[in-house]
């Protein structure tokens, strides 16, 4: 299998990969569960199902009792690597909103990217929390030799009423097993294809700038969990003004 394109350096391209997010005993218990299932449906596109442009078999996950701790468990090993994303990236979290966190003399003081660098998780994780929410949890299986999303996308398009698709600022993808050849997730303007590798969680912006797509495996089944990070909505940070 193919190694992930090298970077050149000291030019970020805002992919990264996390070796080992999820232990392997969890990735076989997710496929395993997912076959089993009964429940997966063709996956869909903005537009619909449409299998010229992807074809897999998916599974949402969240909001199902069955399957919390499942649900949970991803969670967690996304969040951990959003802070480590956070600290490489600081403008990710404070681009946006212009945050402010108590100083040591009690005086509020503007977050910038040296602070947010430096804040262990204690101090790092409830700024996160407080701007972000996880998204909605998709299992997805593409079938070796047909099944893939070669249509090239991004993950911020404005289909839906509450604008949801418009909250989401990173995208992110677990690799539940590799047991195949091919089916990177290759990344149009950066040039660069990421081979899946068992545990490893990719996260990267979630708009136009990280176009990709979801090559064809080969040899083998492709498995993955995959969702996006989203900022709160607006009544949550910055609450409602009265009539």
């Not at 979290?93 to 947010?116: F, K, N, Y």
Request: proline content about 7%; some cysteine.
């Amino acid at each position: 299998m193919s190694a992930d394109t090298d970077v050149t350096p000291g030019q970020p391209d805002f992919i990264e990969v996390y070796p080992d997010a999820l232990s392997a005993e969890l990735c076989a218990q997710l496929i395993a569960r997912f076959a089993a299932s009964g429940d997966s449906h063709p996956g869909r596109v903005g537009g619909g199902v449409m299998p010229e442009l992807k074809d897999s078999r998916d599974l949402t996950i969240s909001g199902r009792a069955d399957w919390r701790e499942a649900e949970i468990a991803l969670n967690s090993a996304m969040f951990t690597c959003l802070l480590g994303y956070l600290r490489r990236y600081p403008h990710t979290l404070i681009a946006p909103l212009m945050l402010e966190v108590p100083g040591s003399d009690g005086s509020r003081h503007r977050l910038t990217p040296e602070r947010v660098a430096q804040m262990d998780d204690a101090e790092l994780a409830p700024v996160a929390r407080m701007v972000f929410r996880p998204g909605s949890i998709n299992l997805q299986r593409y079938s070796a030799g047909r099944g893939g999303y070669p249509y090239w996308h991004c993950e911020l398009y404005p289909r839906d009423a509450k604008c949801e698709t418009l909250h989401r600022h990173l995208l992110w993808t677990a690799y539940l097993n590799d047991s195949f050849e091919a089916g990177e997730t290759e990344f149009l303007y950066q040039q660069r294809k990421i081979a899946p590798r068992t545990g490893s969680l990719l996260l990267a912006p979630a708009a136009f700038t990280h176009t990709h797509r979801g090559n064809r495996p080969q040899g083998g089944d492709k498995v993955i969990a995959t969702s996006w990070v989203l900022f709160q909505r607006g009544e949550q940070l910055f609450g409602t003004s009265g009539g």
